[in-house]
């Protein structure tokens, strides 16, 4: 596959709602779309890292540069047969997953719409329909989080996940599960807390929780054995799993009974594959996770859910629930019994809406070989 250019935009969309997690709130995004042309295809990419560095240390201010300056111009000076060739190229670049993310996606894309396959199947998929679960944000009230969750069960998903943090956790959990016992119910602390919270971290074991998503640093995998040992509440780890290796490593030890696979996070889709087939060996389970994405992201983040092993509710959720308008035709639909139909329509199944794109971008720049 030649690739002969390279353009990065960035769009701004803002949120239908505002999302707090543990490290703040916001109102709007800005997100970095990456296309490419191959051969005559178009292949879209989205970079997921955030408007700060918050959730990870990449931004979308580093993610620019380094797409520009190195990742670029390395696929540009390279033929690559395929998607799964992206990650070799890279490796000089150390960390900067998700900007690399962003590029090895689009190729895959390319790559499925240049063979007139399903990008699930590319994907090596068998789902043909994946469950959805929703995260919800940190709310004014309590009153508020009912009243979102009561629209979340009616819409029909199937597994409600809150954010959590100190002063947000015991009391709303309390109000929860006493209108509502049964509802499958996971948290995401987001590293809200430490080691020296056991004895508070062990008080979520009365609620019947899914799981407990990274409660402890970001960086940390080993501390989470630790605290494995001490509560009943399965721990997924999510900030903490950075490649194969580290999913490995943490399900050894147990460190956690569940993993969050976010292909930005790990890299792109050869590197979640690889955390995927890790959690099989273990008999663990996985599920997709999300990072407020635009329907392209979201897009490939359906494709990821058919792998086999995507056992659990992923935070793939309706765009209508983040967008007035999405960006991709048609957009995100939920069934009522929550669940996402998959077509064999080529490539995602979703086409991008171009011209809603350029009405939301913000700058835009497009790479050719020997001209960064
Ligand atoms: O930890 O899963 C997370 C959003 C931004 C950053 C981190 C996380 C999240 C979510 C949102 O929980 C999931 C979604 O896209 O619906
Ligand atoms: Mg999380």
């Given at each position: 596959?030649?690739?002969?250019?390279?353009?990065?935009?960035?769009?701004?969309?803002?949120?239908?709602?505002?999302?707090?997690?543990?490290?703040?709130?916001?109102?709007?995004?800005?997100?970095?779309?990456?296309?490419?042309?191959a051969d005559g295809v178009r292949g879209w990419g989205e970079c997921v890292a955030g408007e700060d560095p918050y959730y990870s240390p990449e931004w979308i201010e580093t993610a620019w540069p380094t797409i520009k300056h190195y990742l670029a111009p390395l696929l540009l000076e390279k033929e690559v047969d395929a998607g799964r060739d992206c990650?070799?190229?890279?490796?000089?670049?150390?960390?900067?997953?998700?900007?690399?993310?962003?590029?090895?996606?689009?190729?895959?894309?390319?790559?499925?719409?240049?063979?007139?396959?399903?990008?699930?199947?590319?994907?090596?998929?068998?789902?043909?329909?994946?469950?959805?679960?929703?995260?919800?944000?940190?709310q004014d009230t309590p009153e508020q989080l009912l009243?979102?969750?009561?629209?979340?069960?009616?819409?029909?998903?199937?597994?409600?996940?809150?954010?959590?943090?100190?002063?947000w956790d015991l009391n709303v959990l309390e109000r929860i599960r006493a209108r509502w016992t049964d509802i499958v119910l996971s948290v995401d602390a987001n590293s809200a807390y430490t080691l020296d919270e056991v004895e508070h971290l062990r008080k979520f074991d009365a609620f019947n929780l899914l799981m407990i998503e990274q409660p402890l640093w970001n960086d940390e995998i080993y501390l989470h054995a630790r605290l494995q040992k001490a509560i009943r509440t399965a721990i997924c780890l999510d900030e903490s799993i950075l490649n194969a290796r580290d999913a490995d490593c943490a399900l050894e030890i147990g460190a956690a009974r569940i993993l969050n696979i976010k292909v930005g996070r790990v890299g792109g889709f050869s590197e979640a594959k690889k955390v995927h087939d890790v959690a099989s060996r273990h008999n663990v389970p996985v599920w997709c996770g999300g990072m407020l994405e635009s329907g392209i992201g979201r897009a490939h983040n359906i494709a990821l859910s058919t792998l086999e092993n995507f056992r659990l509710p992923g935070d793939v959720s309706a765009s209508k629930r983040y967008w007035k308008e999405d960006i991709i035709d048609p957009e995100v639909k939920v069934s009522s019994n929550g669940m996402i139909a998959i077509t064999d329509a080529p490539g995602t199944g979703y086409r991008v809406r171009e011209n809603l794109v350029r009405s939301f971008t913000v700058r835009e720049e497009t790479f050719r070989k020997g001209k960064v």
């Open positions: 596959m030649k690739i002969e250019s390279i353009t990065l935009r960035e769009i701004h969309m803002p949120l239908v709602q505002f999302f707090e997690t543990s490290f703040g709130r916001i109102y709007s995004r800005r997100i970095l779309l990456l296309s490419i042309e990650g070799a190229l890279f490796t000089r670049v150390r960390g900067h997953r998700m900007a690399k993310a962003a590029l090895e996606n689009a190729v895959w894309d390319a790559e499925a719409r240049q063979k007139q396959m399903p990008l699930w199947k590319l994907l090596g998929g068998t789902r043909r329909e994946i469950s959805c679960g929703v995260s919800i944000g940190i009243q979102k969750i009561e629209n979340e069960l009616t819409a029909g998903y199937r597994r409600i996940k809150i954010k959590v943090k100190p002063g």
